[in-house]
């Protein structure tokens, strides 16, 4: 596609519900990565993708976290069992090739509210 | 430890004012840096990097080892460059870590 595609935009779910979050990166990027957004945290590095593999997963915060891609395209962001504290926007990004020399193109992210 | 500092969570200056927008990093090694940014209601967005050396709406930013800084300047600011500001740094395997950001707020 033309940019990376984020869905949802938003999303309110109540605590201890399950949640995916979805990213579509630009065709033919091969890294993959997501981030938290918090106020006053600025970016948090959860994940990174190169194809279908995670060769860094150090930044997600619990168990309750998983992604996955698949086909080296789309990958889901799952949060399990959420809290309130998962609050967030939840960005997504996509590089061509994995040292992200140019820099990251980012989706306009999911803003996840826990109640 | 690799790590972004920016000191400055709000910076606020008047149009036509010079901008510097403060970014500090801990690496060991060549470090690559970036500046992005994010208009309101915008996705984030690269503005520059230091390995091109480039200047982008009027933005500089040069890197200097020994004071470990990426600072990003502006000569004379306009209220279009209001905006959240992030510094990064290119950690291992490609990813990288950004700093808590800047809001800038350039006043008519």
């Known amino acids: 596609g033309a940019g990376v595609s984020q869905s949802p935009s938003n999303k309110v779910t109540e605590k201890g519900k399950d949640v995916e979050l979805r990213c579509d990166p630009i065709s033919g990027h091969t890294a993959l990565y997501w981030y938290r957004q918090s106020l006053g945290q600025g970016l948090e590095f959860l994940i990174y993708?190169?194809?279908?593999?995670?060769?860094?997963k150090s930044g997600l915060p619990s168990d309750r976290f998983s992604a996955e891609r698949t086909g080296g395209s789309v990958s889901t962001l799952t949060i399990q069992r959420t809290q309130q504290e998962d609050s967030a926007v939840y960005l997504c990004a996509s590089s061509l090739g994995g040292q992200g020399a140019y820099g990251y193109t980012f989706g306009s992210g999911t803003r996840l509210t826990v109640v | 430890a690799q790590r972004v500092t920016q000191p400055e969570k709000l910076l606020s200056v008047f149009k036509g004012a010079p901008v510097e927008l403060k970014c500090n990093y801990s690496?060991?090694?060549?470090?690559?840096l970036f500046w992005y940014v994010q208009y309101s209601r915008q996705r984030l967005q690269l503005l520059l990097r230091?390995?091109s050396r480039e200047s982008i709406k009027g933005f500089t930013a040069d890197l200097n080892k020994g004071e470990t800084s990426f600072h990003l300047k502006k000569p004379f600011a306009q209220e279009e460059d209001s905006a959240m500001y992030y510094c990064?740094?290119?950690?291992?395997?490609?990813?990288?870590?950004f700093g808590q950001g800047t809001e800038l707020s350039v006043k008519p």
């Open positions: 990064a740094l290119k950690g291992q395997g490609g990813k990288l870590i």
């Open positions: 230091h390995i």
């Open positions: 690496y060991s090694g060549s470090p690559e």
């Open positions: 993708f190169q194809g279908n593999s995670a060769p860094d």
